[in-house]
């Protein structure tokens, strides 16, 4: 790793020649516990453990001259490596990275109308040309080339009638300035996360399903959430926004996208928040599983999911069909947000292990994560909707620094089980002691509801 980086800038310096960080040094970094006690809390070999303080300890960002150009490490930054060596610490070029993806997702959620009076009601609020200067992100470095639409099982009425079909996100290419800067053409794809009632519920049916996305080789054992397959393989004919499925819109635009820029060096980042999240990583392993990330000289196109507070999508059998075809997940979580640690609050990679030795019958319908976990503790959990809002992510990851490290120990199954009751305990409390506008009261009384729901409590 270092050698690519230093091979691509002559200045570069090896971490082991630095000198110390200090209150007084300039870079950004979070202290993290060591790889093997997180991986061990968090049931994966990849995870890591960041805390991260109500008050961080801000310093100066080292000088752009220190560091090596994206162009020339963009595939390290895009996970080729499973961020080895970048996570801990949190390297200052993949948390810019992050941040830049962060608020693309997030431009998301500052275009959705959720006007029931509106024309557009459940659509997005700007065209295609507008949507990033109208939420304040006009050189941002990308041109949106087509809106993504999904379909939940169940309609909500509008004032011209029922809608299943709702504006889910975009589709982007990154313009000639910005590829020349990421030294590739990045083909983008950015969700939103849940926000109507509907979606919660969609969300979280809990029952794995065969994915069976690549009908010459459906692999019945490669099983994801049934919530978030159907919201990808749904269609709604009624929709006078989109045509066809969540799943044929990305494959159709995409492909179009690298067939297109072919000769072109190029990279497929999938960015979302939440449900979002679980979309993107349902489209990056359908993408690759088909062999559609090729360029024009059959090479794989990389494949990079960047997940903010997301859920599980699949069992182990797609974590590890993932993983063999190369799709690259990082998760950036806050330990203290429920939706991370759904589905599967028990039936989990832990579960698994000791399912797998005993040979129960259930062993493959235990859900686990995909990919390497950036873990935030950002606060304590009062709040069952702002442990989960993007912004909270996005305010807490665009800090210069943070300090201070809570090492996780491995949990028992029956910790697991109290830990749950305690969540659902306090967002109970939570609901019963304050107001809140109505959409975020119902999207937070969805939240508790569901995990109540999964938690069998």
Request: aromatic share 8%; net charge neutral; glycine share 8%.
């Amino acid at each position: 790793m270092a050698s690519r980086f230093a091979a691509s800038n002559p200045s570069f310096v090896p971490r082991s020649a630095r000198p110390c960080r200090s209150h007084a040094a300039a870079s950004t970094t979070i202290a993290a516990a060591s790889p093997a006690a997180a991986a061990a809390a968090a049931g994966t070999s990849h995870a890591v453990a960041v805390a991260v303080p109500d008050v961080g300890v801000i310093r100066r960002a080292p000088a752009a001259a220190s560091r090596p150009p994206l162009a020339g490490v963009w595939r390290d930054i895009q996970g080729a490596d499973d961020w080895a060596d970048l996570v801990a610490p949190l390297d200052s070029l993949l948390r810019e990275e992050i941040v830049r993806y962060g608020e693309l997702v997030a431009a998301c959620y500052r275009a959705f109308d959720l006007d029931p009076a509106s024309k557009r009601y459940l659509n997005c609020k700007y065209g295609k040309r507008s949507l990033l200067r109208e939420v304040g992100m006009a050189g941002a470095g990308y041109e949106i080339t087509k809106y993504v639409y999904a379909t939940p099982d169940i309609a909500i009425p509008t004032q011209t009638g029922t809608c299943c079909s709702r504006w889910i996100g975009y589709v982007a290419v990154s313009d000639e300035t910005t590829t020349r800067r990421l030294g590739r053409r990045d083909i983008l794809v950015s969700f939103r996360g849940t926000v109507t009632n509907t979606e919660w519920i969609a969300n979280f049916m809990s029952s794995l399903s065969p994915a069976r996305l690549d009908p010459h080789d459906p692999r019945p054992h490669v099983k994801v959430e049934s919530g978030f397959l159907s919201l990808y393989t749904s269609d709604d004919s009624s929709s006078k926004f989109s045509s066809g499925s969540c799943r044929e819109q990305l494959l159709s635009e995409v492909t179009r996208l690298i067939g297109e820029h072919k000769d072109e060096g190029l990279s497929v980042t999938l960015a979302g928040h939440s449900m979002g999240s679980s979309l993107g990583m349902l489209f990056g392993y359908d993408l690759a599983e088909l062999g559609l990330n090729r360029d024009g000289a059959g090479r794989a196109v990389p494949v990079t999911v960047f997940s903010f507070g997301g859920p599980r999508v699949g069992n182990a059998g797609f974590k590890e069909r993932c993983e063999e075809l190369g799709v690259k997940v990082l998760r950036v979580v806050n330990v203290n947000d429920p939706v991370t640690k759904l589905p599967g609050v028990f039936f989990n990679e832990g579960f698994r292990e000791l399912a797998e030795k005993y040979e129960l019958p259930w062993r493959s319908s235990c859900y686990a994560h995909v990919g390497v976990e950036l873990a935030l503790d950002l606060f304590k959990m009062q709040n069952p909707v702002h442990v989960h809002d993007m912004e909270t992510y996005m305010g807490l990851l665009k800090r210069p620094n943070v300090e201070q490290v809570k090492k996780k120990k491995t949990t028992t199954t029956k910790e697991r089980i109290n830990e749950g009751a305690d969540i659902a305990s306090m967002a109970r409390r939570f609901l019963i002691e304050q107001s809140f506008e109505a959409w975020r009261w119902q999207d937070a009384a969805m939240q508790v509801g569901n995990l109540v729901q999964s938690l069998g409590i």
